[in-house]
């Protein structure tokens, strides 16, 4: 088997050839990240999925991610490293689901999560992302939403904005889900100096203890930013890579047990040489699905 750097060498000559540009979401593994052209959250990754000039988008993440590449650039071949990389959250809202909840509340904005299917992102007003989730919100001026399909992204933004009345889909990430209070306890014993950043998609009883409530790009800004020496990261163990990088010199823990999504897992150094040699898992969205889905997504992309 071809040692790491090998592998980079082996993957930049062919993304050369190929007129390919890699993207690798914060949670991918170590390797796959240091190999991309860009790194970062889903906001940051959408942004260099449609300003590209690249003929080939390769999309080191899960199949949402490469979704929302293809609405942004149907002129693009998008190309995802491993097609059984899925995202449980996504799965936990339907099309037809929502259709029937919009049936339910006619005449309110449908407020979608960035993590979710194209046929989902098609019957929605807007999407959004942790990121720029309570300004997106914000910018539609409406006093009701439906906000699918994390709730717990949701209450974040109910409780930011006390003005809206936020209606809540019932999903979750299972990563996110899983973190406890008493774990963010542990972990202040063990560290207690140690400043606490965690992701909205955490449940409010274990926001309700970060000092920080951010996105992976946040966490990354705040990291370079602040005086605190250590940190305390309450979300997928993969940022703890990009973190090391942005603030060099610094500490970053995870909780224990660690944060570690599978699905961003699955994705090699290997499956990223091999789409990019082959042209295999090409991403398609059917056109009518693209059209609707394209405001959305662009309103999410258009707004901090």
Same mark, same amino acid.
């Given at each position: 088997?071809?040692?790491?750097?090998?592998?980079?060498?082996?993957?930049?000559?062919?993304?050369?050839?190929?007129?390919?540009?890699?993207?690798?979401?914060?949670?991918?593994?170590?390797?796959?990240?240091?190999?991309?052209?860009?790194?970062?959250?889903?906001?940051?990754?959408?942004?260099?999925?449609?300003?590209?000039?690249?003929?080939?988008?390769?999309?080191?993440?899960?199949?949402?991610?490469?979704?929302?590449?293809?609405?942004?650039?149907?002129?693009?071949?998008?190309?995802?490293?491993?097609?059984?990389?899925?995202?449980?959250?996504?799965?936990?809202?339907?099309?037809?689901?929502?259709?029937?909840?919009?049936?339910?509340?006619?005449?309110?904005?449908?407020?979608?999560?960035?993590?979710?299917?194209?046929?989902?992102?098609?019957?929605?007003?807007?999407?959004?992302?942790?990121?720029?989730?309570?300004?997106?919100?914000?910018?539609?001026?409406?006093?009701?939403?439906?906000?699918?399909?994390?709730?717990?992204?949701?209450?974040? *933004?109910?409780?930011?904005?006390?003005?809206?009345?936020?209606?809540?889909?019932?999903?979750?990430?299972?990563?996110?889900?899983?973190?406890?209070?008493?774990?963010?306890?542990?972990?202040?014993?063990?560290?207690?100096?140690?400043? *606490?950043?965690?992701?909205?998609?955490?449940?409010?009883?274990?926001?309700? !203890?970060?000092?920080?409530?951010?996105?992976?790009?946040?966490?990354?800004?705040?990291?370079?930013?602040?005086?605190?020496?250590?940190?305390?990261?309450?979300?997928?163990?993969?940022?703890?890579?990009? !973190?090391?990088?942005?603030?060099?010199?610094?500490?970053?823990?995870? !909780?224990?047990?660690?944060?570690?999504?599978?699905?961003?897992?699955?994705?090699?150094?290997?499956?990223?040489?091999?789409?990019?040699?082959?042209?295999?898992?090409?991403?398609?969205?059917?056109?009518?699905?693209?059209?609707?889905?394209?405001?959305?997504?662009?309103?999410?992309?258009?707004?901090?």
């Amino acid at each position: 088997m071809p040692d790491t750097a090998t592998l980079h060498d082996e993957i930049r000559t062919l993304a050369r050839e190929r007129d390919a540009i890699i993207l690798a979401h914060n949670y991918q593994r170590g390797e796959v990240q240091d190999v991309a052209d860009f790194t970062g959250d889903s906001l940051g990754l959408s942004r260099q999925a449609s300003e590209t000039s690249a003929q080939t988008i390769v999309f080191a993440g899960v199949h949402f991610m490469a979704e929302t590449a293809k609405i942004l650039s149907p002129d693009k071949t998008v190309l995802l490293p491993e097609l059984s990389a899925g995202c449980p959250m996504a799965d936990m809202m339907t099309a037809d689901e929502l259709a029937t909840w919009r049936e339910a509340h006619p005449g309110i904005p449908v407020v979608t999560y960035v993590n979710s299917s194209a046929d989902v992102k098609a019957l929605s007003d807007v999407c959004v992302t942790s990121a720029n989730a309570v300004a997106v919100v914000r910018s539609l001026g409406a006093d009701r939403i439906l906000f699918g399909p994390d709730r717990n992204l949701g209450s974040w *933004v109910a409780r930011a904005l006390p003005e809206v009345e936020v209606l809540l889909w019932e999903g979750f990430c299972p990563t996110h889900e899983r973190v406890t209070p008493e774990q963010i306890a542990e972990a202040r014993k063990r560290h207690p100096d140690a400043e *606490v950043m965690a992701h909205p998609e955490c449940r409010p009883d274990v926001v309700d !203890l970060a000092d920080f409530v951010l996105s992976t790009s946040q966490m990354l800004r705040r990291a370079a930013d602040s005086p605190a020496d250590e940190f305390i990261v309450v979300t997928e163990e993969g940022l703890l890579h990009a !973190l090391a990088k942005a603030a060099p010199g610094k500490r970053f823990v995870n !909780l224990e047990p660690r944060m570690i999504c599978r699905n961003m897992k699955v994705t090699t150094l290997e499956k990223v040489r091999d789409v990019l040699r082959d042209g295999t898992n090409e991403i398609v969205v059917p056109e009518d699905v693209r059209e609707r889905a394209l405001t959305a997504v662009q309103r999410m992309v258009a707004i901090d």
